[in-house]
């Protein structure tokens, strides 16, 4: 059973950084491409950033050029630097295979970790 613990978060200013940081337990997920997700209150998951298990990466266009995602498959690691965050950027953030919607991660969801980005 794969589990996964998202860290990380905080409250930051507008215009402030984090790193998200995501460890798997229990398998390793080196085959898997990877994600970090978002979602506020009411609103679905949604992906904000992938990469591949070749380290290709992709992002959505509300964080492309803010945020990296990087990971370290000897640590069974994901991170996410997030740069510039904005208030918009405020939800509980989630780390898990990268999936297209509609279609089910191999990992159940961990807890999430919450970013908050106010003055």
């Known amino acids: 059973q794969v589990q996964l613990v998202e860290s990380g978060g905080g409250l930051v200013q507008p215009g402030g950084s984090l790193r998200l940081s995501c460890a798997a337990s229990?398998?390793?997920?080196?085959?898997?491409?990877m994600g970090w997700y978002r979602q506020v209150p009411g609103k679905q998951r949604e992906l904000v950033a992938g990469?591949?298990?070749?380290?290709?990466?992709n992002y959505h266009d509300s964080v492309r050029g803010r945020f990296t995602i990087s990971r370290d498959n000897t640590k069974n690691a994901v991170y996410l630097q997030m740069n510039n965050l904005a208030p918009e950027d405020t939800a509980v953030y989630y780390c898990n295979e990268a999936v297209a919607v509609g279609d089910r991660p191999f990992a159940s969801w961990g807890q999430g970790t919450q970013v908050t980005v106010s003055s």
């Open positions: 229990g398998r390793i997920f080196s085959v898997y491409a």
């Open positions: 990469i591949t298990t070749s380290g290709m990466t």
